[in-house]
């Protein structure tokens, strides 16, 4: 028996190296979703999770409130992908043209703030708006204010953080397509009379798509499930997406609503996603025409 | 004008840039440094907020807890992500690309199905579906990097290795093993980050007993700003930057040697 089990191992050592990745994949990213699915397609309590199939539980999420909220992530997400988007295209222009030495350098400074804690981040922020806080502080010093001003538990709050967790995001996907580009191209462009603005709209732009796409499709999906800022300083009460998630599942303890809730937003935001795609092919095409 | 806008506007924006970036952290750590509780007021150099941290039982026990689970989800992830990519190099198959949507999932649809499959089954929280949560997060960064670099590797030296009679073993071991060194050791670094600055899925998978340095931040934000976590929170910054800068070091390294 270990012997037949020996050979089998020696003959199809490839198979068995792929298994042990493809059981956690299977058993830890696709089952729970496929529960996610089933939890939202049934009723029931307790040990009984799942009793039967109903599609009630989309009926009762159905409402005006619910698809307010999904839509209310819509916009997060939208604003913050493209705002990024817009303020660090230039960066990594700058960093993949214009910048010959200290490169490396340059490529850790932005990458630092891409990979430390959210936490981090978001402490510092609450750090600064605070009631007591730096800007209070500031403000009241010069003599602008008399009251401290309330900036936490704002949408003001909560666009400013995203807009600063989610930049550096935006960078390094369009870097590295700027980067990719042949130099000889905007070279031959420009020897063949185009001006600065005619080379980057024509040559530039289209060929750093891909990264563009990928850094704002990046952006957009994390921010539209985005848990951490709007529960930090959003206060509880400015609800998005992921807290309204979270708050069916910990507090509300109805996982089939809650589960009916996830389903609907993953549809949404996929509607979302290819309603941008196509945007962003009627974008490239455009650019690629000449006039 | 064109020029004088690319020579001039272009890098005062980027300076810009790159300062509205660190401000907040900048401030942050500054006031690590202030004796006063009281947030905003300048009250004289102390390092006492730094002698509470380490003398701070609750967050050593967060600590450890976050190192136990980010050296296992690394582990397992780095080993996992190996396998998988040389082996299905060799049996041709592209099963590998399943693994890069592990990032484009939103990590709460991920830690909430695994939060009610876990307690469907009952399998109690703790460390130890923290890190199975982990070593999934981790497999979406170790497969890319592992793949990108073996496919990189001249496959005609792995077959004159098995030809002149080396074991598969003896050929990963003496010929695949040294070239993926760097990215090995890249991935590692990554998901030991990836890991500790985890916070969703720690959240939803670490039940009441396991908390890390994460939630702990998160608990204290929820209870007001204290300058203790100030001093965390620099620690943190400085030891993921330490750890950063050993990435992109190893990149650089690994372009230049490939002569790129």
Partial sequence: MFEEFKKLIKSETYFFLITPACIWQAAFLILPIVFVIILALSFGQGSHLVQNFTLENFQEILQISQIRIIFRSIKLASITAVASLVIAYPVAYFLALHIKRFKLFFLFLLSVPFLINVLVQVYAWFFILERNGVINHLLSFLGLVKKPVNFLNSYFAIYLVMFHVYLPFMIMPIYSAIEKIDFKLIEASYDLGANFRKTFWHIILPLSMPGVRAGFFLVYVVSFGEYVIPALLGGMKLFFVGTLISEYFFIGKDWHLGAAFICLSCGMLFLSAIFYNWLFKKITMQSKIIR | MEFRLRKIALPLYVGIFCIFLYLPIMILMIYSFNRGGFPAQWQGLSFC?????????????????????????????????????????????????????????????????????????????????????????????????????????????????????????????????????????????????????????????????????????????????????????????????FFILAISLLQARLAVRDGK
């Avoid at chain 2, 509470?52 to 989800?73: P, Y």
């Avoid at chain 2, 499959?117 to 592992?146: A, C, D, K, Q, R």
């Avoid at chain 2, 030991?192 to 340095?213: E, H, K, W």
Wanted: proline letters at 3%; glycine letters at 6%; a neutral charge.
């Fill in chain 2, 49 to 241: 907020w730094y002698y509470d941290l380490f003398h701070s039982v609750e967050i050593w026990r967060a600590f450890q807890n976050s190192i136990c689970v980010a050296l296992s989800a690394a582990f397992l992830s780095v080993t996992f992500g190996l396998m998988l990519v040389y082996g299905s190099k060799r049996l041709k198959t592209n099963i590998s690309y399943f693994f890069y949507s592990n990032i484009l999932v939103p990590d709460i649809v991920i830690a909430v199905g695994m939060l009610s499959l876990f307690s469907y089954f009952m399998v109690p929280l703790g460390l130890i579906t923290l890190i199975i949560g982990h070593t999934l997060l981790g497999l979406g960064f170790t497969v890319p990097i592992l793949k990108s670099r073996l496919d990189e590797l001249d496959y005609r030296l792995v077959e004159a290795s098995l030809d002149l009679g080396a074991s598969t073993f003896y050929t990963f071991r003496y010929v695949v093993l040294p070239f993926l060194y760097p990215a090995i050791l890249v991935s590692t670094l990554l998901v030991i980050i990836v890991s500790f600055d985890d916070f969703v899925i720690s959240f939803f998978c670490a039940g009441s007993s396991a908390q890390t340095l994460s939630l702990y931040v998160f608990t204290m934000i929820r209870s007001g700003i204290s300058p203790t976590v100030n001093a965390l929170s620099t620690i943190m910054l400085l030891v993921s930057s």
